[in-house]
């Protein structure tokens, strides 16, 4: 027989709307409950997981790779026994691991420095021996992008 276990939290602060309340409150329950999963999972693989959610029994925890996945259905047994032993988890009966690789780090913004002097006059001095018209109005325009900022 299922049982729908809920984590409790009691909102009292009446600073915020309602509603944002209500978020703070299942934000902390989340929180308070990722913590007890995370702490039931062994320590080497506990880095790459996350926990997900808990309704009816079914726990649901994310790996940022599969065989951190595989690693954790393999030991799904001694987790969920760990996690049995908590007054919110005690009706846990079944694991689903899902796999979702971590966010990439984003791109630092790469800023265009200016050409050097020397560099300017090489281009211009190369548009001079091109007989190409288009290719020349190209490198005498980049010639005169210099790091004084004319342009």
Not at 57 to 78: K, N
Not at 138 to 147: D, I
Request: proline residues 6%; aromatic residues 4%; charged residues 35%.
């Amino acid at each position: 027989m299922k049982r729908k276990t809920q984590l409790t939290l009691d909102p009292s602060d009446s600073r915020h709307e309602p509603n944002l309340r209500r978020l703070l409150a299942h934000a902390e329950i989340h929180r308070k409950a990722e913590r007890v999963v995370l702490d039931a999972i062994p320590a080497n693989l506990r880095g790459h997981c996350r926990f997900l959610s808990y309704h009816d029994g079914d726990l649901a925890v994310s790996a940022d790779g599969s065989v951190v996945a595989s690693q954790v259905r393999l030991r799904q047994r001694e987790i969920l026994a760990e996690l049995r032993k908590e007054p919110d988890f005690q009706y846990a009966w079944r694991l689903k691991v899902k796999v979702a690789p971590p966010r990439p780090k984003e791109q630092p913004v790469v800023t265009k420095e200016p050409l050097s002097e020397e560099n300017a006059r090489l281009l211009e001095e190369e548009a001079g021996h091109t007989k190409d018209e288009g290719l020349r109005e190209v490198l005498e325009k980049l010639s005169r992008h210099v790091k004084d900022g004319k342009d």
